[in-house]
């Protein structure tokens, strides 16, 4: 199997961090349990106003609509705990060791591939189900029983895509990317260079930049001057080829309005979006609600991190349901791995075991979109089970 990261685990469990702590559910109602959830991601900073803080609101609202729910005869509620992992290693390790030590949760989503991946070790050793984000293939397997993942990622995505790139735009032979230099970027790339050179597309440039560069003119122009016909980037990265003369796609996983607002909107024109976003004609009546409701009550709008947020508390809802407990973790490990569950998404279950040895991976269908006048559209659905196919014959 290809390697997909490269991570060094933390040996210290603490270290100095500010951490920020939420707690959801309100007054006890009489009669009714709590079940404690804990997700770490950052509330601080930049990250926390784009990523943060719209989780932490969208997950409220979620517990709010979710309510009282039965297991085994017993009503139940969420207890949200937020903590700040400040999208770092060191906040993996010290968010995972409160919540577990200091709150006794059994269920964790640590937001960053960094910070999940430094989480695993403390949750696998605890027996606390770990809801892994962008930690990559290897970050699974049957020696991580307690690991899974609920959102999904460019391994599923984007061999999806890149199909449909193939058949809709045979003109695209030539394939460039731009990654911020991080886990995460590193991963998205090596999906996108596994996934196109198995359909038989070159890779003209592979390129990683960190974080907080603003001058992006320089690699603009080193893009431009490889000639692509497809460039797997921000429109960050784009507006500067655009105004080089670029006119081939642009393609991401990520999509807000506030990208083309900052781009122009005639500027980002058939920008494709290869992951899920809460946007679109592929959304169930359900969500398109929910959507609503937190743009109606935030004056914000709802985008990629809620939704995979919000989604994790739903399917976890329904796999405590089935399961009919809310502390054997064998017992819903076991339920995890078996059954359907009927979601917002529409029915959904576990799986990837030819990827990963292990049906730990919820298997999301892959809408593709395109920007189109000033919202974003559906182009096309792949099935869940077809795009984890497809994923199989690429990354085997």
Known sequence: MKKWLSVVMIGVLCLALVIGVACGGGEKEEGVKEV????AGPLSGILGAVIGTPVKQALELADEQIGEFTVAGES???????????????????TATKLIFDEGVKFMHQAGSSSAMAAQP??????????????GLEAFGPDKPHTFQISPTYVECTPAFFKWLTTEHPEVKRVAIAQTNDETGHAIADAAVGAAEYYGLEVVATEFTPVELTELYPLATKLVN?????VIASTTVLSPMWEMGYEGLGAGIIWFSSMAESAGWENVQGYLIYQPQPMGEWLSEELREFVAEYENRYGAEFTQGPLYACTILDVLTEVLKKAGTVDDVDKIIET????????WIGPVRFGAEELIGIGHWLMWPVPISEVSGQELHTVTVVPADEAWELAAEVYK
């Open 36 to 39: 404690k959830f804990g997700l």
């Open 76 to 94: 139940y509620r969420w207890n949200l705990m937020v903590l700040d992992n400040q999208w770092t290693s060191a906040g993996g390790v010290a």
């Open 122 to 135: 403390i949750c696998e050793e605890a027996g606390v189900l770990l809801d892994m984000s962008g930690g």
């Open 226 to 230: 490889k000639n692509p016909d497809l």
């Open 336 to 343: 995890l791995e078996t059954e359907t569950f009927d979601t």
